[in-house]
């Protein structure tokens, strides 16, 4: 089974809410049974839930993150991980100095759109702020889900015949 890690900073906003998002539109491939989407955080608020304006805008698109408890990244995650997606350059730079053996498999989430940016952390603002970081995500995951694949070795040709 391939492997995508998602990190952002704590693991309870950003980084599992586009885990949701990716699972789901796997899920909408049939392909939840050859690619497992996780995450964490480089500085993980360990056991915490997501955040609760983040469980409810992805609730409102049928997707339900209610369980996920959030934890720090290990070495091991990254090295067994086939894709790393990070939200900043700075989550990317933090684990470049961590282990920078690793860093050929760590890109941008918005990389594999082709462009380049970092997510905004909705982090105690507005449930509004989630909406627009969820739409962000949801737009990026869309537009780089081919890249995600091709990087995965997966083609989606003939699956559908």
Request: net charge negative; with cysteine.
């Amino acid at each position: 089974m391939k492997q995508i890690l998602i990190i952002c900073t704590a693991n309870i906003c950003r980084s599992p809410m586009a885990m949701g998002l990716l699972r789901e539109r796997l899920r909408q491939d049939g392909l939840e049974d050859q690619v497992e989407v996780s995450s964490a955080g480089v500085y993980g608020m360990d056991d915490s839930p997501a955040s609760q304006p983040g469980v409810e805008v992805l609730a409102e698109r049928g997707i339900d993150i209610s369980a996920h408890r959030a934890h720090t990244v290990a070495e091991r995650e990254i090295a067994a991980a086939d894709l790393v997606l990070v939200m900043e350059e700075a989550h990317r730079r933090t684990l470049f100095y961590n282990y920078p053996h690793l860093l050929g498999k760590i890109f941008l989430i918005s990389e594999m759109s082709g462009s380049y940016g970092d997510i905004k952390d909705p982090y105690r603002k507005p449930k509004e702020e989630y909406e627009r970081t969820v739409d962000e995500l949801a737009r990026l995951i869309e537009q780089g889900y081919p890249a995600m694949l091709k990087r995965l070795r997966i083609s989606l040709v003939g699956r559908f015949s």
